[in-house]
């Protein structure tokens, strides 16, 4: 079956072994120096691995893989201890998969494991959201009466990744601004000192695909001349892939172009 599974590109990869605490489910490992993907069975696709590497190493992709096997999983991960099982159930939990939580649950039933209840009514409690979507406040009033009217920056359309061509009179000679979709929404000065300038390629690195993202982005790369190219992601690490496709499209386009990086928080403020 196709479904979307973890991506490790060795190249870039030191064997540092920070995704390895961040995946329960026991899928990775580090051999030879490297972090290694070791059963397709394992791994869920979700990526809670992605935002802890320091590299940009880790990715997901869709392609032919063995179904995910909670049975097999919760095998694996019952020997790691009462620790190792609760982060599993609440990754679960996070991510909306109330099938596999409710799977796992009565594996854990089926093998006499007892959860303290006070854990088990955490992650029962807990929203049904990645720790990246999780709903907050930036605790922050933006006090718009004193400011003039703003003119927008923007020089093309379209601009959502999906939609553009791969080659284009406003990509010939521009320097390139690759933003995640929430970036211009959290960042108030988006158009005056990010957008300004610069052709603008917008995409969502969690929700949308993220190779044929590299794809189009090598596409666009090869066939036009483009000066720079400036990545814009927000702080939460569902969006810190979009900075490694970049670069791997640069790489597969085989250009050598300047690639800045920009990070903004979830108050709007620039890193």
């Not at 120096?33 to 696709?45: E, M, P």
């Not at 006070?118 to 009466?145: F, M, Q």
Request: proline content about 5%; hydrophobic content about 35%; overall charge positive.
């Amino acid at each position: 079956m196709k479904r979307k599974i973890i991506k490790i590109d060795e190249k870039k990869c030191n064997g540092c072994g920070l995704c390895i605490p961040n995946c329960p489910e026991g899928a990775l490992q580090i051999i030879d120096g490297k972090a290694r993907l070791i059963s397709d069975l394992f791994c869920d696709g979700l990526g809670a691995c992605i935002g802890t590497c320091p590299r940009s190493a880790i990715t997901t992709e869709e392609r032919e893989a063995k179904p995910y096997d909670e049975k097999k999983v919760m095998d694996n991960i019952v020997k790691a201890g009462t620790n190792t099982i609760i982060a599993h159930l609440k990754h679960l939990k996070d991510h909306g998969e109330t099938k596999y939580l409710s799977e796992a649950l009565e594996i854990l039933k089926e093998k006499g494991i007892e959860i303290p209840i006070k854990e088990i009514n955490k992650i029962k409690d807990s929203p049904h959201v990645c720790p990246g979507a999780a709903p907050r406040e930036t605790k922050k009033k933006a006090d718009v009466s004193k400011n003039a009217e703003q003119t927008s920056a923007l020089r093309q359309w379209p601009v959502q990744l999906r939609l553009l061509p791969i080659q284009a009179s406003f990509f010939e000679n521009s320097n390139l601004l690759v933003a995640a979709d929430c970036v211009p929404f959290a960042n108030a000065n988006f158009h005056s000192r990010l957008l300004s300038g610069k052709s603008l390629v917008v995409g969502c690195p969690k929700l949308d695909d993220i190779e044929a993202y590299k794809e189009k982005l090598t596409e666009i790369f090869r066939n036009n001349k483009i000066k720079s190219a400036t990545v814009a992601v927000m702080e939460v690490p569902c969006c810190s892939g979009l900075y490694a496709v970049v670069e791997k499209a640069v790489k597969d386009a085989d250009k050598s172009i300047p690639i800045i990086k920009k990070v903004i928080k979830i108050n709007g403020e620039e890193v």
